[in-house]
C-alpha cells in the first residue's frame, strides 16, 4: 500500500474521531418528524398496488485489458 | 395521438416517442420502453390523486375565569422585549431567556388560558446535576469552562406549546426501480425495471407541540423531547407557584407550518417503509389530508440555565419532567486539531508497517 493511501486513511479515520468527539457537544438539534406522536395501532395501509411500466437494458463491453497483452510502461498517446 | 406526446420517461424524466417499429412508447435518451395503455392509465391515477389538505381547526385555550388571574403577575423584560408570568409569591427578577432585569408591569389579563400542564417533577438541584453530567466524558471540552463557568441564575419556566392532534389519510405515488445485472463473455448488462407503486391509508397523531413562544429557542424545544403527555393535567394556576410561565406570543396559526412539516414528514416515512423490494424509489406525488385537526393549548415544564464563558452566553435547558439535559458547548480547537493530527499520524504509521510487512512477506 503506497504511503500516501495510507495518509489518507489515516486522515479519514482522525476526521471521524474529532467529528464524532464534536458531536458530543452539539446536542441542541431539531426534530423534524413526530414519529414519538403516531397513536399507537393508528397506521393502516389501505391500498398497495405496483404497476410495471417497463425496463430498459444497458450493455457495456467488458474489461478490454483481459484481452491485451501486459502493459510495458512508459507513456502512452492517444489520439 | 397528441396527448401521447406529451408523456414523460417514468425512469429518466425525457419526452417519450412513439416508436412505430416496436409499437410502443421509447424514451430517445434511456432507450426505456413503455406500454402506451400501461401509461396512460399511469398518468390517470398521478393526475387523479387528491391534493394535499393541511388546514386545522384551532380553538386552543380559554378564557379566565372571573377572579382566576387575579393573583397573577406580568414581568416585562426590558431587554428582549418578554413578558413572563408569575403568582404574587413568586418574585421574578430576571428574565429566564436573556438574563437581563424584568419589571412588574402590572395582573394578567386578556391573555388566553391554558388547556392543559404538564407539572415540574423535577427540582433545581436535578438540574444542576444534569449540567455537571452533562459536561462529563467530553474529551473537547475546555477544562477551564467546567471550572470557570458558573451558572448565573437557573429558572423554572413553564413554555407556551401548541399541540396539535390529527388524523391523516395520505394517497402517495412513488416511481421504484429494480436493477438486475448478468455478464457475458463481450458484455456487461444492467436491466433497469421500473415501477409505479402506490400506497394509500391512514396514521393519527396526537399531542404535536410546537413551541408558542418566540424568546424560547424552537430548536431546544424540540431537543427536549419528548414529554410523557399522560401526566398533563388540566390547567390550575396552584401550578405556576415558584415557578415562571411565559405568555405565547406565537399563536396556533402561526405555529401549524411547523406541525405539518414534522407530521407531513412522519407520514412520509411510514408508508415509505412499506415499500420494500425495491433498488430505489422515489416519491413522485403524495397527497395528505389531515382530519379533524385541533389545537390544544399547554404548559411544558422547562429548567432553563443560563451561563457566560469568555463572553459568550451559553444556554442549557432541562425538560422537566424527564430530566433530559441538551445545550451546546463550547469545544478546544486546539486540542480538536492535535487529536486529529494524532489520530492520522498513528493510523498511517500502523498501516505504513503493516502493508511494509506484507510486501516483505511476499
Not at chain 1, 397506521?43 to 437494458?57: H, P, S
Not at chain 2, 380559554?62 to 422585549?81: F, I
Not at chain 2, 415558584?242 to 406570543?249: E, I, P, S, V, W
Not at chain 2, 489520530?343 to 510487512?357: E, N, P, R, W
Request: a negative charge.
Amino acid at each position: 500500500m503506497p504511503f500516501w493511501l495510507c495518509l489518507v486513511i489515516g486522515a479519514v479515520v482522525g476526521g471521524i474521531v474529532v467529528g464524532i468527539m464534536l458531536s458530543q457537544l452539539h446536542t441542541v438539534r431539531p426534530n423534524n418528524a413526530a414519529a414519538d406522536y403516531v397513536i399507537r395501532d393508528s397506521f393502516r395501509v389501505t391500498m398497495q398496488d405496483e404497476t410495471f411500466l417497463g425496463k430498459t437494458t444497458n450493455r457495456t463491453p467488458r474489461m478490454q485489458q483481459q484481452q491485451q497483452p501486459p502493459h510495458q510502461g512508459g507513456p502512452s498517446q492517444h489520439p | 395521438m397528441a396527448d401521447m406526446m406529451e408523456y414523460k420517461c417514468p425512469a429518466c424524466g425525457g419526452k417519450l416517442e412513439f416508436s412505430s417499429t416496436e409499437q410502443q412508447m421509447k424514451c430517445p435518451f434511456c432507450d426505456s420502453v413503455f406500454d402506451v395503455a400501461t401509461l396512460q392509465s399511469y398518468d390517470e391515477a398521478l393526475a387523479a390523486a387528491p391534493e394535499s389538505d393541511m388546514s386545522w381547526e384551532s380553538e386552543a385555550g380559554s378564557e379566565w375565569e372571573q377572579g382566576e388571574a387575579d393573583s397573577m403577575r406580568v414581568y416585562h423584560c426590558q431587554s428582549c422585549g418578554g413578558e413572563v408570568i408569575a403568582d404574587e409569591t413568586t418574585a421574578a427578577s430576571k428574565c429566564p431567556y436573556c438574563d437581563a432585569p424584568v419589571i412588574m408591569t402590572g395582573q394578567l389579563a386578556g391573555e388566553l388560558k391554558p388547556d392543559l400542564v404538564i407539572p415540574f417533577k423535577l427540582d433545581k438541584e436535578a438540574a444542576k446535576k444534569a449540567l455537571l453530567q452533562h459536561m462529563e466524558g467530553k474529551p473537547l471540552l475546555p477544562k477551564i469552562f467546567k471550572s470557570e463557568n458558573h451558572i448565573d441564575e437557573i429558572k423554572g419556566v413553564y413554555v407556551p406549546v401548541w399541540l396539535f392532534d390529527a388524523g391523516v389519510e395520505a394517497q402517495i405515488h412513488y416511481r421504484a426501480t429494480k436493477v438486475r445485472r448478468w455478464s457475458d463473455q463481450q458484455f456487461d448488462y444492467v436491466e433497469t425495471s421500473t415501477f409505479a407503486v402506490r400506497r394509500g391509508g391512514n396514521i393519527a397523531f396526537e399531542h404535536v407541540p410546537v413551541d408558542g413562544s418566540a424568546k424560547m429557542d424552537d430548536t431546544m424545544m424540540e431537543a427536549l423531547e419528548p414529554y410523557n403527555f399522560a401526566e398533563a393535567v388540566p390547567f390550575q394556576t396552584a401550578y405556576l407557584s415558584g415557578y415562571l410561565a411565559d405568555k405565547y406570543d406565537t399563536d396556533a396559526e402561526a405555529s401549524v407550518a411547523r406541525a405539518n412539516d414534522r407530521i407531513r414528514q412522519s407520514t412520509l416515512n411510514a408508508f415509505l417503509q412499506t415499500v420494500r423490494g425495491y433498488d430505489t424509489v422515489n416519491t413522485e406525488h403524495d397527497s395528505i389530508r389531515l382530519e379533524h385537526g385541533e389545537a390544544k393549548y399547554a404548559l411544558y415544564p422547562v429548567w432553563l440555565l443560563n451561563t457566560s464563558w469568555n463572553g459568550t452566553k451559553y444556554t442549557f435547558a432541562m425538560n422537566g419532567q424527564t430530566g433530559k439535559f441538551v445545550g451546546d458547548l463550547p469545544s478546544n480547537k486546539g486540542k480538536a486539531w492535535g487529536i486529529f493530527f494524532g489520530v492520522t499520524a498513528a493510523v498511517t504509521a500502523v498501516l505504513y508497517v503493516i502493508s511494509m510487512l506484507l510486501q516483505s512477506g511476499q
